[in-house]
């Protein structure tokens, strides 16, 4: 008979190290772009294009990354520590086909990517070798990724950010010398920062390596790397494909967008990259937030303990809301000196400002998104955000990016007005869902699939077995059509 699993921690002690985590990532990308600038306002579009079409291929990995976050929690959650060490296992060897086929496209059709962003012809010469420079990396960013995942399942949100902060200083002091020819070094420019990336990557995964033996109790195999576990990977795959699905659609919206602001010009480029690598920091507390309330969610769900998850969902987005919309307005009044970091063209600096303005209205929308929509994942709710999502990324980011953008005239502030409109519009879908509990009956479907699973592993006794997580007690009157599976 298994003991239950200990209740999962409150919201704080997970969403803090994430939030740390993406500023640090955060600052890496804002460090790169200063290093970029330095050699001129087309290297740093260029490093901002070859990032914008690595994000839409890193996507493609977080397919099984975002499926095991999931399916570990909820196995987690009911007591079943073996599954969730096999669902564990099976993403590493996932995500080194996944991986490897993004290094492939990556490489090969670095200037067919490029082309479709509509490059300008002084940056695609310094973009194109980046991206190829870039591939290897992503390879070993796809197994960081399922590694990292798995951790921050089993709550080790702590041990991955000790490895974040070694990786990221590693990433930071390669870059710099190589970018810039450091003593015997020669001057490498933008491949410098791929190779720096490369370099500090394969650290991290060692590191990786040891956490999973001496936090996890798991040592890694040689198989685990290229293996593909059907069992496993269909509990992953049934979260991960509408995941990465929806991802997938923002990703390519938002790539319309980026395709009208290259027409635009290089300024206009250049501007959105500088004023982007600001607003990253506006975002991290609601991304931090949501991936926190993925995990938790994903525990309670486990554990049967749906009050619970209605409870934190609705105090993590209060709180995420309060944090977004006052570190945006800071970041708009703090918006010329800011940029001036980036490039003392006043052009840029004063569209940048608008822009960082108008970013006080994106963001709490974009927060919504964050947290709720993780947190429909996590619950089973897998499939409505796509398709509600869909829709409006198409006819409002990437149509409206157009349309006011380009045909209207307005310009890098009409696809501002775009990217917050869209962010609006889902947010509240998702939120309409969740508060009418349309997410009950997935969730209730996922403790079922975990109870028939510990019966058929022999550690359950079934439907009644008073061992099961989230089980042991007699709910409080009242409390059962909330808090029941």
Same mark, same amino acid.
């Given at each position: 008979?298994?003991?239950?699993?200990?209740?999962?921690?409150?919201?704080?002690?997970?969403?803090?190290?994430?939030?740390?985590?993406?500023?640090?990532?955060?600052?890496?990308?804002?460090?790169?772009?200063?290093?970029? &600038?330095?050699?001129?306002?087309?290297? @740093?579009?260029?490093?901002?294009?070859?990032?914008?079409?690595?994000?839409?291929?890193?996507?493609?990995?977080? *397919?099984?990354?975002?499926?095991?976050?999931?399916?570990?929690?909820?196995?987690?959650?009911?007591?079943?520590?073996?599954?969730?060490?096999?669902?564990?296992?099976?993403?590493?060897?996932?995500?080194?086909?996944?991986?490897?086929?993004?290094?492939?496209?990556? @490489?090969?059709?670095? %200037?067919?990517?490029?082309?479709?962003?509509?490059?300008?012809?002084?940056?695609?010469?310094?973009?194109?070798?980046?991206?190829?420079?870039?591939?290897?990396?992503?390879?070993?960013?796809?197994?960081?990724?399922?590694?990292?995942?798995?951790?921050?399942?089993?709550?080790?949100?702590?041990?991955?950010?000790?490895?974040?902060?070694?990786?990221?200083?590693?990433?930071?002091?390669?870059?710099?010398?190589?970018?810039?020819?450091?003593?015997?070094?020669?001057?490498?420019?933008?491949?410098?920062?791929?190779?720096?990336?490369?370099?500090?990557?394969?650290?991290?995964?060692?590191?990786?390596?040891?956490?999973?033996?001496?936090?996890?109790?798991?040592?890694?195999?040689?198989?685990?790397?290229?293996?593909?576990?059907? %069992?496993?990977? @269909?509990?992953?795959?049934?979260?991960?494909?509408?995941?990465?699905?929806?991802?997938?659609?923002?990703?390519?919206?938002?790539?319309?967008?980026?395709?009208?602001?290259?027409?635009?010009?290089?300024?206009?480029?250049?501007?959105?990259?500088?004023?982007?690598?600001?607003?990253?920091?506006?975002?991290?507390?609601?991304?931090?937030?949501?991936?926190?309330?993925?995990?938790?969610?994903?525990?309670?769900?486990?554990?049967?303990?749906?009050?619970?998850?209605?409870?934190?969902?609705?105090?993590?987005?209060?709180?995420?809301?309060?944090?977004?919309?006052?570190?945006?307005?800071?970041?708009?009044? &703090?918006?010329?000196?800011?940029?001036?970091?980036?490039?003392?063209?006043?052009?840029?600096?004063?569209?940048?400002?608008?822009?960082?303005?108008?970013?006080?209205?994106?963001?709490?929308?974009?927060?919504?998104?964050?947290?709720? *929509?993780? @947190?429909?994942?996590?619950?089973?709710?897998?499939?409505?955000?796509?398709?509600?999502?869909?829709?409006?990324?198409?006819?409002?980011?990437?149509?409206?990016?157009?349309?006011?953008?380009?045909?209207?005239?307005?310009?890098?502030?009409?696809?501002?007005?775009?990217?917050?409109?869209?962010?609006?519009?889902?947010?509240?879908?998702?939120?309409?869902?969740?508060?009418?509990?349309?997410?009950?009956?997935?969730?209730?479907?996922?403790?079922?699939?975990?109870?028939?699973?510990?019966?058929?592993?022999?550690?359950?006794?079934?439907?009644?077995?008073?061992?099961?997580?989230?089980?042991?007690?007699?709910?409080?009157?009242?409390?059962?059509?909330?808090?029941?599976?």
């Amino acid at each position: 008979m298994t003991r239950p699993p200990p209740p999962p921690p409150a919201l704080a002690p997970l969403a803090g190290p994430l939030a740390l985590e993406l500023l640090l990532g955060i600052g890496v990308g804002v460090v790169g772009t200063m290093l970029a &600038a330095r050699i001129s306002d087309p290297a @740093a579009a260029a490093l901002a294009l070859g990032q914008h079409v690595n994000a839409m291929l890193f996507i493609l990995f977080r *397919i099984v990354a975002m499926g095991a976050s999931v399916a570990v929690t909820q196995s987690l959650g009911a007591g079943q520590r073996d599954a969730a060490a096999a669902i564990a296992r099976a993403a590493l060897g996932a995500s080194t086909w996944m991986g490897g086929g993004c290094a492939a496209v990556a @490489a090969l059709g670095a %200037g067919a990517l490029l082309g479709l962003l509509h490059a300008p012809p002084e940056v695609l010469p310094l973009a194109t070798p980046f991206l190829v420079a870039l591939a290897p990396a992503r390879w070993l960013d796809a197994w960081s990724a399922s590694a990292s995942a798995g951790l921050r399942a089993h709550l080790q949100a702590r041990a991955v950010l000790r490895v974040i902060v070694v990786t990221h200083s590693l990433h930071l002091l390669f870059a710099a010398a190589l970018m810039q020819g450091w003593g015997p070094l020669p001057a490498l420019g933008l491949p410098g920062f791929a190779v720096g990336l490369l370099l500090a990557r394969a650290v991290g995964l060692a590191l990786y390596a040891q956490l999973w033996r001496r936090a996890l109790g798991l040592v890694l195999r040689p198989d685990d790397l290229w293996r593909w576990r059907p %069992g496993p990977m @269909a509990a992953v795959l049934h979260v991960g494909l509408p995941g990465a699905a929806e991802n997938i659609a923002y990703r390519l919206a938002f790539m319309v967008s980026v395709a009208v602001v290259s027409a635009l010009g290089t300024t206009a480029l250049a501007t959105h990259a500088y004023t982007s690598q600001i607003n990253y920091f506006g975002l991290v507390f609601g991304l931090a937030a949501g991936f926190a309330a993925e995990i938790l969610v994903g525990h309670l769900v486990g554990a049967g303990r749906l009050g619970e998850a209605d409870r934190l969902v609705r105090r993590t987005l209060a709180r995420a809301l309060a944090f977004s919309v006052g570190v945006t307005v800071l970041l708009a009044l &703090a918006g010329p000196w800011l940029l001036r970091q980036f490039t003392q063209d006043t052009g840029i600096v004063a569209l940048g400002v608008t822009l960082l303005w108008w970013t006080v209205v994106l963001e709490p929308g974009r927060t919504f998104n964050l947290v709720v *929509i993780n @947190a429909l994942r996590a619950a089973g709710d897998v499939r409505y955000p796509v398709m509600a999502g869909a829709a409006s990324m198409l006819l409002v980011l990437a149509g409206g990016s157009w349309l006011l953008g380009q045909v209207m005239g307005l310009g890098l502030v009409g696809v501002w007005l775009a990217y917050a409109a869209d962010e609006w519009v889902r947010g509240l879908l998702m939120w309409r869902r969740w508060t009418q509990r349309r997410w009950l009956p997935h969730a209730r479907a996922v403790r079922r699939r975990l109870r028939a699973a510990s019966v058929r592993a022999g550690t359950g006794r079934g439907r009644g077995g008073h061992h099961e997580a989230g089980q042991h007690r007699r709910p409080r009157p009242g409390a059962r059509r909330r808090d029941s599976a």
